[in-house]
């Protein structure tokens, strides 16, 4: 009984994700949106867009307007009318590596990255 609880346990451990692997940014693209690949803002630093309820052309604009705003300071949480939802990944000293930006105006939304 002990060996079958020892193997249970050690298979559960070995399976499940870990602290680490779950506090990773994962470059998803949720049902309804759209991938757009070409999307690319200040220098590349934003990337990996999707939009919903409008084209990635719009979203490469918007993701442009929302770099500019950033340059002047710390990440906008309002752009163009837009109200933006952030999430930052840090790594083990408490450095800002990634970031996630979702931005909605009525049904409209751009989600787009941030990476180091």
Sequence with gaps: MTRIVLLVVTGALVLAPGASAAARPRYDVPRGYTRCPQAEAWNGFFKWASVRDTSCRSGARFM?????????????????????????????????????????RKRVAVRFYGRA
């Design 64 to 104: 442009a307007a929302y770099a500019r705003a950033a340059d002047a300071g710390p990440m906008p949480t309002r752009v163009r009318g837009y109200e933006c939802r952030l999430r930052f990944w840090r790594n083990a000293d408490g450095d800002v590596y990634a970031s996630r930006h979702t931005c909605r």
